[in-house]
């Protein structure tokens, strides 16, 4: 087991006393690091009885994924229900706008409804962390729609804390990348499909098995731009030409390697000035 240093110790008493100043907790979860820390810690210090959590088997969520989900919670003994989001079917969604994100979130809070009047004494939770708030991100306008609760960015937990703190406890994807859902791959205005998300899925596990752990396959509708960390680019080049057949072999007319490297929220960039403008 890892040390935490006093910093993280004394944010993590605060974290105590946020959960344990509540009856019981529904955590809207997705196997990512940050809800899981959440749900862990809501098992943790509220009891199992009182710490339910809630993934929904969508599209653009990656296979993997729910299935690292599923074993979290067989592994810490918590209590987990799952949902289907429809969001793909909203036109306000799959027209993939700017605030694509606001209406993914709608579609999951109001889902949690009818979790939640089962538990009604219950605080619905989400894996807010405290860094989320430096970035355009229009789901958390949903998550306010809602009431919904975010302990981490709450006791002001940022994410190199929230993965200390993830370490500390051995959870088992406490380095894991981040994996955002996979219709963040899709350029804003370009309409969101169900082969679009398989496509950018096996691509991506395709690059996996390859040995890029940390990958974006954009999908740009006939060809793909390949994203990994700067200090893997030169590696990636120089298998373009395997690289290239397989993705080919997945339906994209051709892939591109983007020479920059992997940057979290790059597509974000396009609509800045829009959103500076819009405030």
Same mark, same amino acid.
């Given at each position: 087991?890892?040390?935490?240093?006093?910093?993280?110790?004394?944010?993590?008493?605060?974290?105590?006393?946020?959960?344990?100043? @509540?009856? #019981?907790?529904?955590? %809207?979860?997705?196997?990512? /690091?940050? !809800?899981?820390?959440?749900?862990?810690?809501?098992? +943790?210090?509220?009891?199992?009885?009182?710490?339910?959590?809630?993934?929904?088997?969508?599209?653009?969520?990656?296979?993997?994924?729910?299935?690292?989900?599923?074993?979290?919670?067989?592994?810490?003994?918590?209590?987990?229900?799952?949902?289907?989001?429809?969001?793909?079917?909203?036109?306000?969604?799959?027209?993939?706008?700017?605030?694509?994100?606001?209406?993914?979130?709608?579609?999951?809070?109001?889902?949690?409804?009818?979790?939640?009047?089962?538990?009604?004494?219950?605080?619905?939770?989400?894996?807010?962390?405290?860094?989320?708030?430096?970035?355009? @991100?229009? #789901?958390?306008?949903? %998550?306010?729609?809602?009431? /919904?609760? !975010?302990?981490?960015?709450?006791?002001?937990?940022? +994410?190199?804390?929230?993965?200390?703190?993830?370490?500390?406890?051995?959870?088992?994807?406490?380095?894991?990348?981040?994996?955002?859902?996979?219709?963040?791959?899709?350029?804003?205005?370009?309409?969101?499909?169900?082969?679009?998300?398989?496509?950018?899925?096996?691509?991506?596990?395709?690059?996996?098995?390859?040995?890029?752990?940390?990958?974006?396959?954009?999908?740009?509708?006939?060809?793909?731009?390949?994203?990994?960390?700067?200090?893997?680019?030169?590696?990636?080049?120089?298998?373009?030409?395997?690289?290239?057949?397989?993705?080919?072999?997945?339906?994209?007319?051709?892939?591109?390697?983007?020479?920059?490297?992997?940057?979290?929220?790059?597509?974000?960039?396009?609509?800045?000035?829009?959103?500076?403008?819009?405030?």
């Amino acid at each position: 087991m890892s040390v935490l240093t006093i910093q993280i110790q004394q944010k993590l008493g605060e974290l105590e006393k946020w959960y344990k100043s @509540r009856k #019981g907790s529904i955590v %809207a979860f997705s196997g990512g /690091i940050d !809800s899981t820390l959440v749900l862990f810690l809501a098992r +943790k210090f509220q009891g199992r009885e009182n710490a339910v959590g809630v993934i929904s088997n969508s599209e653009s969520l990656k296979k993997k994924d729910f299935e690292l989900a599923q074993e979290i919670c067989s592994q810490f003994d918590i209590y987990l229900e799952i949902i289907k989001t429809n969001e793909l079917a909203d036109e306000r969604y799959n027209v993939n706008p700017v605030n694509r994100c606001f209406f993914c979130k709608e579609h999951l809070y109001s889902d949690l409804s009818a979790v939640k009047n089962k538990y009604p004494d219950f605080d619905v939770l989400n894996g807010t962390n405290f860094d989320d708030f430096g970035d355009y @991100r229009p #789901g958390l306008q949903a %998550a306010s729609n809602h009431e /919904i609760l !975010s302990p981490m960015a709450d006791c002001k937990i940022a +994410k190199e804390e929230l993965r200390q703190l993830a370490r500390y406890f051995e959870l088992p994807n406490w380095d894991k990348p981040a994996s955002p859902c996979l219709s963040s791959r899709i350029p804003y205005n370009h309409v969101i499909t169900r082969q679009k998300l398989q496509q950018v899925e096996d691509a991506e596990n395709m690059l996996n098995e390859m040995g890029f752990s940390d990958v974006r396959v954009r999908h740009y509708d006939s060809y793909g731009k390949i994203e990994v960390p700067s200090e893997e680019v030169e590696r990636l080049v120089l298998m373009q030409d395997e690289v290239t057949a397989r993705i080919t072999s997945l339906g994209f007319e051709k892939c591109v390697i983007d020479t920059e490297g992997l940057v979290s929220g790059k597509l974000n960039r396009a609509i800045k000035n829009q959103i500076n403008t819009s405030n």
